[in-house]
């Protein structure tokens, strides 16, 4: 099997068959379903492939904070976006609940969390 290495030393490519250009050439993994799924979690050392777990979770991290991104991206910033015109129609308790959903959606790459649409909007 041959695989690429990116500048951290994990893997970016990898052929089980066939060649690739700067490749090292290692034993296939025990695990071939594992390695399919977390290979850029994997590093070579002392000739073999080694898992680390701690790059799988940053990597698991990141992901779900781009997921994340992409439904802030759909469910708040719509909202968020719409205009002077209609921000000056609200009241000023419908805006601070507005402020405040919008600061939870912001702290949510941190946190995860989901905030609660105000049920005025729905």
Not at 12 to 24: F, M, N, Q, R, W
Not at 61 to 88: H, M, T
Not at 112 to 117: F, G, Q, R, V, Y
Request: hydrophobic share 40%.
């Amino acid at each position: 099997m041959k695989v690429l290495l990116n500048e951290q030393g994990y893997i970016e490519s990898y052929a089980l068959e066939g060649e690739l250009l700067d490749a090292v050439e290692v034993s296939a993994p025990s695990n071939l379903a594992h390695f399919e799924v977390h290979f850029t979690a994997y590093r070579v050392r002392d000739g073999t492939l080694s898992f680390d777990g701690e790059q799988a979770a940053l990597e698991q991290s990141e992901a779900a904070k781009a997921e994340y991104r992409k439904r802030r991206e759909v469910e708040c910033f719509p909202i968020i976006n719409r205009g002077q015109l209609w921000y000056d129609t609200l009241s000023a308790a419908q805006l601070a609940e507005l402020k405040t959903w919008y600061q939870s959606w912001l702290d949510g790459t941190n946190t995860l969390a989901i905030p609660e649409k105000p049920a005025w909007l729905n």
